[in-house]
């Protein structure tokens, strides 16, 4: 690895969600033009064939179709079906003076040209407008609705950096979904290449991130924080690809293992992971007192280090969960889990039956009406005996057998 003791990241500070610098309050008033133009990838190995290498790492390959239970009338789940899928092969783009743009790390090849693959990822705002607490009343609804109107126009000026940069940032990268199944992946994916990066260009504020990324050996010390309006340009960009959801279960194996985690051999749990601010249950009372007559045991994955919550789900012979990021660890689950998953009517996000697809989980999904600013949700109870009333008994044949 090349040393550059004279080059430094930029410092940071974390309000919240969002990650801040010096030029992401008061941006430089001598900046660039956004780029006009944006191509595909093919397009840039055309045109710079000796400064644009694309390098694929495995090959493409199908997700089979895959049937769950769903109960709602949001058509968004397909009526509890995932037709077959192809995904294509993962690979690596190594581009000589390649730029980073921003926290989420738009990448532009030379003579700046954008590249569509990792261009800015403009918001819904109608989707938003579902899956924001209070929907149009919250003031991030409004701040995503202005970002739309101005949508970056200019970038500030460029800060030039030696050696190989790995540009691994992508949206949303601060939550514990997108991190583990779509970040995480992208490491394994330049890992896989061969190369080795002198700087890393990713998210390091939250104790999973961080823990994370040293379990994959990725030195703390050559991290660099990637910030709203940052604009770098490595003599070499490293760009994974992003494909959800190549790589989660490979993720998840090398996760146990680096973590030295026990998978729980023989063990068996009903576990309810349940959540302390938003997406609660508004019957509560009747909701736990009918998941405590089936043997389920309420958590709350915020008092658990990582290590511990893999354990917890490789643990489980079922799964009941308010729908949120701590459903992520689905992931860690044995094949054959069953998996409840309780959501607020209209939310649309059906990322946790994919992840059981992947796993051989029994997913079930089941809409509530959504109640109040925070979308919590009143969860319909006779659903819920039902489907516990067939699925235990099923749970108890199987160890009888």
């Not at 009333?389 to 108890?396: A, H, T, V, W, Y």
Request: with cysteine.
């Amino acid at each position: 690895m090349v040393a550059h003791s004279k080059i430094q990241p930029q410092r940071t500070f974390r309000w919240g969600k969002y990650v801040l610098a010096r030029d992401s309050i008061l941006p430089s008033l001598r900046t660039e033009k956004l780029p006009g133009h944006w191509c595909t990838i093919a397009e840039l190995v055309a045109r710079f064939p000796t400064q644009v290498v694309q390098q694929y790492v495995g090959s493409a390959h199908q997700l089979p179709e895959y049937r769950y239970y769903y109960s709602g009338i949001d058509e968004a789940y397909y009526g509890g079906f995932l037709p077959a899928t192809t995904i294509p092969a993962d690979y690596l783009l190594r581009i000589e003076g390649g730029r980073s743009f921003g926290r989420h790390c738009v990448i532009f090849g030379p003579e700046a040209n954008g590249l569509t693959e990792f261009a800015y990822q403009k918001t819904t705002l109608s989707i938003l407008q579902d899956v924001l607490p209070g929907g149009r009343l919250n003031p991030r609804y409004w701040k995503h609705a202005l970002q739309s109107m101005l949508h970056q126009k200019r970038l500030t000026a460029v800060r030039r950096w030696p050696g190989t940069v790995a540009a691994l940032n992508a949206p949303s990268s601060h939550n514990y979904f997108h991190w583990m199944a779509e970040i995480l992946p992208r490491l394994v994916t330049l890992q896989k290449s061969g190369l080795t990066p002198d700087w890393y260009l990713v998210d390091a504020y939250t104790p999973f991130q961080l823990q994370t990324l040293e379990a994959f050996g990725v030195p703390l010390e050559r991290i660099i924080q990637p910030y709203a309006c940052m604009h770098l340009e490595a003599e070499l960009l490293l760009v994974p690809s992003r494909n959800f959801p190549n790589s989660c279960r490979e993720v998840a194996v090398e996760l146990m293992q680096r973590l030295g985690t026990n998978p729980g051999n023989g063990a068996s749990a009903r576990i309810f992971i349940n959540r302390r601010e938003s997406r609660l249950p508004v019957n509560a009372v009747e909701f736990k007192r009918v998941l405590h007559r089936f043997g389920f045991e309420e958590h709350f994955l915020e008092d658990y280090s990582l290590p511990q919550q893999i354990e917890l789900f490789t643990q489980a012979e079922a799964v009941v969960a308010m729908h949120g990021a701590g459903l992520t660890n689905l992931m860690f689950c044995k094949p054959g889990t069953f998996v409840l998953e309780l959501m607020p009517a209209g939310r649309r996000q059906p990322c946790y039956p994919i992840l059981s697809s992947l796993g051989g989980l029994r997913h079930h999904l089941v809409t509530g009406d959504r109640r109040g600013f925070h979308q919590d949700i009143y969860v319909p109870l006779e659903v819920v005996v039902r489907l516990l009333d067939d699925e235990m008994g099923k749970c108890l044949n199987r160890v009888a057998a």
